[in-house]
């Protein structure tokens, strides 16, 4: 069904991350391989403020538990600005970063294949990268559609288990 | 990785359930929903007038999926109607909490109960002592791994529902998948 609605051409398993450095507040930036080591979910998502309660990023919000589980870190994406993102994780509650592609803008969603130049925003494309920082699993949702957390918990599974197994 | 069965329902419907409609109705509608969110209050009523247009034709079962980060009554609401369900009285409480959305704290919680001809205290006991609370997290986790993905979610036959639920849209889903 997911084939029939969209077709993505976000970076696949076995990719090597591309590695960024981004704001999160004004005054302080998160790259990629501070969390060299751990599982890291990176969510790109449209935009700040969609008018529905339990977004993508709320509902992640209340997943912080299930996610910490896997010692994975959760990182959202979106090409809205630092103060956007700061007033944004304040009015929701946010306890994870949500990192500021804006300048130039949309350029690490650009990388990932997850950018949408029709609309100026990021696909709502979700990664999970291992602890060596490949790309391990990755999922490109029609843009209307909020993908859940699923997929991330499924990849997050199967990431431990290869580990158990040395 | 297969992804083809990401939004599929991981918890088939069963005996811990809350159902409304024949166990054996050709289709079955599961809502994943939080009773003070706005948008499942809105839902209410239309889940209403669908189960009125299917008739027996459809089985209706309601799983809690509270959202605590955004609704600080979520939680309780959710235990409460557990609460009135382990006493025989699950959809009168489910209808009275959305129907009384904005009155959703512990007080009023007991009050509801109290309505119900639910003795209050000891009620009010399992509420604090979050007798349910297992339950819910339950309904709430077997949701996020169907793909949940806001409040409300539906499924239909197993399926996240993603079109508009309003009446008609879902009322077409329903008739469709009840062929």
């Given amino acids: 069904m997911a084939a029939m609605m969209h077709t993505s051409h976000v970076l696949g398993a076995g990719t090597p991350a591309p590695e960024f450095a981004l704001h999160t507040t004004p005054d302080q930036v998160v790259s990629l391989s501070e969390f060299r080591g751990r599982p890291v979910i990176l969510a790109f998502y449209p935009a700040d403020w969609s008018p529905v309660c339990g977004d993508q990023m709320a509902l992640y919000n209340e997943l912080l ?16 600005g630092a103060w956007c993102h700061v007033a944004f994780a304040h009015e929701r509650k946010l306890r994870f970063p949500l990192l500021a592609d804006f300048e130039p803008k949309g350029g690490v969603a650009r990388l990932y294949g997850a950018y949408r130049e029709q609309d100026g925003t990021s696909e709502r494309a979700l990664f999970v990268i291992d602890p060596g920082g490949v790309i391990r699993w990755s ?3 029609p843009v209307g559609v909020n993908p859940g957390a699923d997929g991330i918990l499924r990849a997050l599974e199967s990431l431990k288990a290869e580990s158990a197994r040395g | 990785m297969a992804d083809d069965d990401l939004g599929r329902l991981s918890l088939p419907v069963g005996e811990r359930d809350h159902a409304q409609g024949p166990a054996d109705a050709p289709v079955t509608l599961v809502e994943y929903g939080d009773y003070e969110c706005p948008h499942c209050g809105r839902a209410h009523p239309i889940v209403k007038e669908v189960q009125r247009r299917l008739g027996s034709t459809l089985r209706f079962v309601f799983r809690n999926f509270p959202l605590n980060e955004s609704h600080p009554h979520a939680q309780h609401a959710a235990e409460a109607a557990e609460g009135a369900g382990a006493r025989g009285r699950f959809w009168e409480m489910h209808d009275t909490l959305f129907e009384h959305q904005r009155a959703l704290d512990d007080q009023h919680l007991v009050g509801y109960a109290k309505a119900l001809g639910l003795d209050p205290v000891a009620f009010e006991h399992d509420l604090r002592a979050h007798a349910h609370k297992a339950r819910v997290r339950q309904d709430f986790v077997s949701g996020i791994r169907s793909g949940v993905n806001g409040t409300p979610t539906f499924f239909i036959n197993g399926v996240r529902f993603d079109d508009s639920w309003d009446p008609d849209t879902l009322t077409e889903a329903l008739t469709a998948a009840a062929r």
């Fill in chain 1, 139 to 141: 999922y490109c949702s």
């Fill in chain 1, 65 to 80: 538990d299930e996610f910490a589980r896997f010692d994975a870190e959760l990182l959202g994406i979106s090409v809205d």
